[in-house]
């Protein structure tokens, strides 16, 4: 399997913040960097030699960035089966088409992870109001209904509370193909992110600590203050999955701990995670970085956490408030970094950026990135 050196060229599938910071990493080692993306003004634009302004769905634009590039990654899945054909067609492509084609429709993603023996919740695929009232019914009441296809950072789902909603789920949702899953008597949220190169060499990260406002990602700490045989558990799971879909690149397994202490898959993400930019300022090797080693099959690097960091996501809502954000203020704080992602707009639930900050205890990283946020403003 060939090796990509620095001097090499990597093409990106999307140049949203996360394109934009495997970029930045990529320029670290020395490579080239193009991308692929509908917005003109991405914030991969900035710091890429070349940015392609199309559509996901154009593939001959894709196989343009493709023929000038020795290998092609994506920072985000819902890239358009076609596209992801043409590409690898021309250049590696990595994670492969395969699959990509079974994250981006939960019910086949569920349906995989159950045949492949990876502990699930209670679930059903969908595909009309009235089966749905009946499955809301045997899934208990409780449940939460999601588009098969599409949705991110909460969009795309529904709670219902009792059958009586179907219905109006499955307009809401636009009167598509769902998944229903039981709702779950959670402990916590946590993810484990998992490296794989073409060769075969795997690392797995130490689980982060996860917690949702409004189904967004609000905070994360790395490592999570998990129980030792919990963090075995979910690395091992993350390895499995990795090794049984033949990654190469990133995956990230999105878990949820039950109060009885088991341990179940919610989703897959075959890329950088929002849940691991602490590993940014934790690790030796940020997960930026380490896509860039993987899909290039070059050693993957150290997942050491050499001091525990946390992250606070910063949405476009607080630049629409007045005043805008107190940046001098964080800048002024000890331990604690501002990352801004160069998007011109600010809207309500966009991620605009994030802080991070370090500490000597998960705790103390913790509360210093919410003694930030609260300085800027939020």
């Given at each position: ?157 529904v709670q219902v509370k009792a059958a009586k909603e179907a219905a109006q789920a499955w307009r809401e949702l636009g009167e598509r193909a769902v998944v229903a899953e039981a709702a779950l008597d959670l402990e916590a949220e946590l993810s484990v992110l998992v490296a794989r190169s073409p ?73 950088p995670h929002n849940s691991f930019h602490a590993t940014e300022v934790a690790c030796l090797t940020s997960q930026f970085e380490q896509a860039v080693r993987a899909v290039c099959n070059l050693p993957l690097g150290s997942v050491e956490v050499v001091r525990p960091a946390a992250i606070v ?66």
């Amino acid at each position: 399997m060939k090796t990509i050196l620095p001097g090499g060229t990597i093409g990106i599938l999307g140049g949203g913040q996360l394109g934009r910071m495997m970029a930045l990493s990529a320029r670290t080692l020395g490579f080239q960097v193009q991308a692929l993306d509908p917005d003109p003004a991405c914030p991969a634009r900035w710091v890429v030699d070349q940015c392609y302004t199309a559509d996901f769905g154009d593939a001959k634009a894709a196989a343009q960035l493709a023929r000038a590039c020795d290998v092609v990654t994506l920072e985000i899945e819902k890239i358009p089966l076609p596209t992801l054909r043409a590409v690898a067609e021309h250049v590696p492509l990595r994670p492969s088409a395969a699959v990509l084609e079974m994250v981006q429709h939960r019910g086949r993603q569920k349906a995989w992870l159950a045949k492949s023996g990876f502990p699930l919740g209670p679930w059903r695929e969908l595909g009309g109001a009235v089966e749905l009232g009946a499955a809301v019914e045997a899934l208990g009441g409780k449940c939460f209904v999601k588009s098969c296809e599409g949705g991110y950072d909460g969009r795309g789902q529904v709670q219902v509370k009792a059958a009586k909603e179907a219905a109006q789920a499955w307009r809401e949702l636009g009167e598509r193909a769902v998944v229903a899953e039981a709702a779950l008597d959670l402990e916590a949220e946590l993810s484990v992110l998992v490296a794989r190169s073409p060769r075969g060499e795997t690392v797995v990260y130490p689980p982060a600590f996860n917690h949702h406002e409004e189904r967004i990602l609000a905070w994360s700490l790395l490592p999570g203050p998990l129980p030792p045989e919990v963090v075995t558990r979910a690395m091992e799971i993350g390895r499995g999955l990795a090794n049984a879909l033949q990654v190469e690149g990133l995956l990230v397994v999105e878990l949820f701990l039950l109060k009885d202490g088991r341990l179940l898959v919610n989703e897959l993400a075959p890329r950088p995670h929002n849940s691991f930019h602490a590993t940014e300022v934790a690790c030796l090797t940020s997960q930026f970085e380490q896509a860039v080693r993987a899909v290039c099959n070059l050693p993957l690097g150290s997942v050491e956490v050499v001091r525990p960091a946390a992250i606070v996501n910063l949405l476009g809502d607080l630049w629409l408030r007045e005043g805008g954000p107190r940046f001098e203020q964080v800048l002024a704080m000890p331990g604690v970094r501002l990352h801004l992602y160069g998007k011109r707009d600010a809207r309500k639930g966009r991620k605009m950026g994030h802080l991070s900050a370090v500490g000597a205890t998960p705790e103390e990283a913790l509360a210093r990135v919410k003694a930030a946020s609260q300085a800027l403003g939020m």
